[in-house]
Each structure stands twice: as structure tokens, then as C-alpha cells.
């Protein structure tokens, strides 16, 4: 099955900052170690590179509008995978835009389905609705509905 340079990438982005949240490596190591063990394409690396730092370096930005977006929902006990998938997709959405924001969103999604829990792509999706929908000025939408 081929998968896409930006999801190939997305995924190794994941893989590196759960297990920097999870376990404290060092990002940078944990991304090389990736790279070389999955043969990775030069586009994919560069993309991964860029969402990794980008993600560290606007962290604490990204996890306050995770946290205004899911009230409900400490960060610190928000599942990490959940955690990381928003993230992700916050940083594109925010301070990346190599992409479209709802197609952030739906590669988000698809993240959520194939990594987190039954309930996760739910999740993402209405908190990066909402997290959208503020960067837009835009009315938030409701509890429940779908971006």
C-alpha cells in the first residue's frame, strides 16, 4: 500500500513525540532513530523534522489552546496518543500551513482511528474544530458536531 510523503511523515512525527512524552528520549534521537530504522525518503525526513520542531517549539502555546479547547479535559491526563494526534495537528494548523487546516484536521482524524482509542477521532476532531474555529474568529462549533 503506498502511503502519502505527508502521512508517512505525520506518523514518524507521532511515533517521536509520543515516545518524548512518554518516556523523556531526546526528541532529536528518537527521530534519527526512526529515520534510519524505516529507511525513511529524504521529503518524508524533512517533513518529520519540521512538525517534531515546530510541535517543541510552540509546545507550550499548542497545549494552552488544547487545554481552552477541551476545558473538560486536563492536558495531564488526557490520553498521550489523543494528546500528541492534537498537537500535531495544531502546529500544522497554526504555524505550519503547508497544508490546508481541514485537511490537517481529517489526517488528524485518520490518526486518531488508526493509533487512539474508539473514542479518539471524536475527540480530535471536536477539539481541533474548536481550535480552528478560534484561529478563524469564527463561532465555535457545538459539543459533538464534526468539523
Not at 497545549?63 to 495531564?76: G, K, L, Y
Amino acid at each position: 500500500m503506498h502511503i502519502g510523503i505527508r502521512r508517512q511523515a505525520r506518523i514518524v512525527a507521532l511515533q517521536t513525540l509520543y515516545e518524548f512524552d512518554t518516556a523523556h528520549h531526546d526528541s532529536a534521537a528518537v527521530l534519527q532513530r526512526h529515520i534510519q530504522d524505516q529507511r525513511l525518503a529524504p521529503r518524508v525526513v524533512e517533513y518529520a523534522t519540521e512538525l517534531v520542531e515546530g510541535v517543541l517549539t510552540h509546545l507550550v502555546e499548542i497545549d494552552e489552546a488544547i487545554q481552552r479547547a477541551a476545558p473538560e479535559w486536563p492536558i495531564a491526563q488526557m490520553a498521550r496518543i489523543d494528546k500528541n494526534v492534537l498537537r500535531l495537528a495544531i502546529c500544522e494548523i497554526l504555524y505550519n500551513n503547508a497544508v490546508p487546516a481541514k485537511a490537517a484536521i481529517n489526517e488528524a482524524v485518520e490518526l486518531a482511528k488508526r493509533f487512539g482509542s474508539d473514542t479518539s477521532s471524536r475527540f480530535v476532531n471536536g477539539v481541533l474544530g474548536t481550535v480552528y474555529s478560534r484561529s478563524q474568529g469564527l463561532p465555535t462549533p457545538s459539543a459533538g458536531s464534526e468539523v
